[in-house]
């Protein structure tokens, strides 16, 4: 295929597969199942195929619609795009695989609907992966959103709703009133073209700059930066594998990635570097990491914890990026998959605990490791790598972000890094220590064992990527390493 | 033949309305009803092609040359808006057929659909008359056909609401004659391009100042602008469901298109200080319009009445485009016409195929009918995501290129721009307390009678043709973009 056909397929597989699993949902569920897996793998390879034409230099683009002289619905492919839909489409996979265990395991309703808009959110986080022009980011951002509010409020209940309002109001109202007159702006001044360096310099003044990059960030909802991070645990009444895929990898990912290509492909962070109106953006990451952890010390729901673990290691992308230096770039995208291998194995770990014990409570979890070995094991790998311990991927991408951070003398972001470690230690530690070393407190319901074996195998296929990944990181960095080639 | 099509626009649907009068079995004369609108539809659409290849097209009733005789005339403009009336008319009449049945006596149909056609007539008359005198005559037509069919149904509270709106209505006529008859006096002639030439020499007497103020009143009254909505909400809300589903989609949009067309092919260009005028006069009041709108679809608990506000806020955001005298606001204003059109015709389709499940109008009595109906609520859903203006759908080009619009003003950028946002969020929020009572509350018990099937893929057709103008909206942005070329005289 060519690079053009890659790409329309990467969001037609998805798209198709939707369809697909409608029709076979009304035959059987395992049919159903079957769809959905052969969609998945489908997209992972052909998204593998794309990935390692554009390590090898290839790239391309194909207008799909042509809406009026000035505005298109345009597809193309870079580096961090190529990586960011590689990591989703092959996390999917992973993810099919415990979404049977879990959805049959906790005897859900509505699978097929589950399914589908899974489907279709996957097809929408193409979509921001492939966005070749800020008008196509936009549309496929807001279809992202709505596709997933349905999986959000799978479950139908009051406080569903009330949670999903919270996800929706504060994502569409982000992405309405500053993301879009953003785009808009921006898309008058340059046409909102992506390319590799920016496109802004000489067209804006430094302010103006700063401005725009303020209404990018914070109408960016799904990086979570705060004060826009409420939506991320309010969305954790979804069902865990919607969790684990979409709320710790395709759609917060889609946020953070967004950003980073604005910055690298809008404005160019050369020139960024050089404005001193855009340093805050260093700062209010900063902030959001040090303070989602100290928040994330005191919850004591297992997946609310996960939730503003997240919101602290989507800030860690966010400030990397904005250290504005090539090393650090390049430890934004590590981060990206080294945080997904790692956040993921936690949500399927909760999820297998809850399916498992019906336990949602850090408090409730002593001994468990007795009963759950494997399930924990995978829990402590994804633990140590949101700290940054070596032999985990988490510490190749901090190690990155440092470097990064010495080249450009920034300070600040050293001291949050290391604060922060100290504050991941101490609220993943205690978990790790009660669940293994501790005697069962609270007795469970009925006796368990390990959840459904779907679980458990894709908790350890993804627990062992987020080690492979401190040993086998070569292909990311190649690719990624293009994005700075421009950058001095 | 081709050189007739203008006369027939009108014609034919005219001629048909008495003879549906005599044909008794509802459902023939229904289908008579509709042959004739699809009829007066594929003449909109092949007007729409002869004047977007050869430019503007001139027909003189009887080959009597204007000044003297009564001219029609269909340009870029025109052809958009046939296309609007023409397309809504025969799409609600073709997936309307058991709602009417339901709320309108079978003894009665064949009137009400001779009141239809008089009112697609109408409508169509106001948009090929190159006469400014023609166009008051044909919007007493359909104001009167349009009367009619509000009251025809069984809803009591129909009968206030549409005489308020009669007075309403006549009050806009009325003024609008009223500055007619002043420009007669002062040129001597009612053709319009003859006016516009003859106009200049005349531009600082009194009465031509005078008949602007009027013209514009009367015309904005017709067109629901804010706060000169009163009549609007509750004539949408009780009429017969398929009779809002054709008016909300077309008739305030017709005022709208007169408002243009006489103030920019008359005044703008003569008038001294008649552009800033229209704006100081109108962008206050579409931006209240917009927010007042919206606040007001926010709380109200009736289904149709949240919708039927919508539509006061989304005149605004035609009206504020029109008013920014750009051509991107102006093209963002003729295309949100078309794409309004779409959104809020599917969405009263759709809500009129639910209720007839509902027991009352309140929202309440739609409560898990989405369960029930997954598919016209998923089409209702769509064109709701159109109207809110969700990339992807129709309604995001028009309120981007709106946005865009306000961006190259000079000053108040920042207000205008919040205004336009918030009610965007605005419109989120009535849309999905709509959606929520729809999807979320367990199905309705008792028996599970279906929805007619073809109302329903007709529905589910216009919903998805608002995601396909959305992504390919080739057809209506020309239209739009050759409109506004028009009304800015870029086409001269």
Known sequence: MSIEQQLIALLAIPALGAVLIGVMGRLHPNSREAATFITAVMLASVAWSLASAVAHGARGEIVLSQLNAALSIKLHIEPLGALFATLAASLWIVNSLYSVGYMRGNKEKHQTRFYIFFAISIAAAMGVALAGNLFTLFLFYELLTLSTYPLVTHKGDQATIKSARIYLGILMGTSITLFLPAVIWVSMINGGEFTLGGTLQGKVDGPTAGLLLALFTFGIGKAAVMPIHRWLPAAMVAPTPVSALLHAVAVVKAGVFSITKIILYIFGADWLFSLNTTQWLVWISAFTIISASIVALRQTNLKRLLAYSTIGQLSYVVMATAILKPMAEIGAALHMVAHAFGKITLFFAAGAIYVASKKIDITELAGIAKRMPITMTAFTIGALSMIGVPPTGGFVSKWYILAGAFQADNFLAIFTIITSTALNAAYFLPIIYVAWFMPETVAPKKEHGEAPLAMVIALSITALLALGFFFYNAPVLDLERQLVEVMQ | ?492
Request: charged residues 10%; neutral net charge.
């Open chain 2, 1 to 492: 033949m081709l050189s007739h099509l203008p006369i027939l626009q009108v014609v034919v649907p005219m001629l048909m309305a008495p003879l549906v009068l005599l044909i008794q079995p509802a459902r023939l004369a229904w289908a008579l009803t509709l042959a004739t609108s699809a009829l007066a539809f594929a003449i909109a659409i092949n007007l729409v092609q002869l004047t977007t290849s050869d430019g503007p097209m001139l027909y003189p009733i009887g080959g009597w040359e204007a000044p003297y005789g009564i001219e029609l005339q269909v340009d870029g403009l025109s052809a958009l808006f046939l296309l609007i009336v023409s397309g809504a008319s025969t799409f609600v009449l073709l997936a309307g057929y058991q709602s009417l049945i339901s709320e309108i006596k079978e003894s009665k149909l064949n009137w009400f659909f001779g009141a239809w056609l008089l009112a697609l007539a109408g409508l169509l008359g106001i948009v090929v008359s190159g006469d400014a005198f023609n166009i008051f005559v044909f919007m007493e037509i359909a104001s009167l056909a349009s009367y009619v069919l509000i009251a025809g149904g069984p809803n009591r509270q129909a009968l206030p609401a549409v005489f308020k709106y009669l007075i309403m209505g006549t009050i806009g006529a009325t003024f609008y004659l009223i500055g007619i008859g002043l420009i007669y006096i002062m040129t001597g002639t009612l053709n319009m391009s003859d006016i516009a030439t003859k106009l200049p020499s005349v531009v600082d007497q009194t009465p031509i100042l005078v008949a602007a103020g009027f013209i514009s009143i009367g015309l904005a009254l017709k067109a629901a602008i804010f706060p000169m909505h009163a009549w609007l909400p509750n004539t949408y809300c009780f009429a017969p469901n398929m009779v809002t589903a054709f008016l909300a989609a077309c008739s305030t949009k017709i005022a709208i298109y007169v408002l243009l067309r006489v103030d920019f092919t008359l005044f703008q260009s003569n008038l001294i200080g008649h552009l800033i005028q229209f704006k100081i006069f109108l962008i206050p009041l579409a931006c209240m319009a917009i927010l007042a709108g919206a606040y007001m679809a926010m709380r109200d608990t009736l289904a149709k009445k949240i919708f039927a506000w919508s539509s006061v806020g989304q005149v605004g955001y035609i009206i504020l485009g029109a008013a920014l005298v750009s051509h991107s606001g102006l093209t963002s204003a003729l295309l949100h016409s078309f794409n309004h059109a779409l959104a809020k015709g599917t969405i009263f389709i759709g809500i009129g195929l639910l209720a007839l499940q509902a027991k009352s109008g309140e929202l309440s009595s739609f409560a898990g009918l989405g369960r029930r109906h997954p598919l016209a609520a998923i089409a209702i859903t769509i064109a709701g995501l159109s109207l809110v203006g969700i990339p992807g759908t129709a309604g995001f080009l028009s309120k981007w290129l709106l946005i865009q619009a306000v961006f190259e003003q000079p000053n108040g950028v920042i207000a205008l721009l919040a205004i336009v946002l918030v009610s965007s969020l605005m419109s989120v929020v009535y849309l999905a307390r709509f959606l929520e009572t729809l999807f979320f509350p367990p199905a309705p018990a008792g028996s599970e009678p279906t929805l007619p099937l073809g109302a329903t893929a007709i529905l589910v057709m216009l919903a998805l043709s608002s995601i396909y103008f959305g992504l390919a909206p080739a057809l209506p942005m020309e239209l739009a973009t050759q409109a506004a070329d028009t009304l800015l005289g870029y086409g001269k």
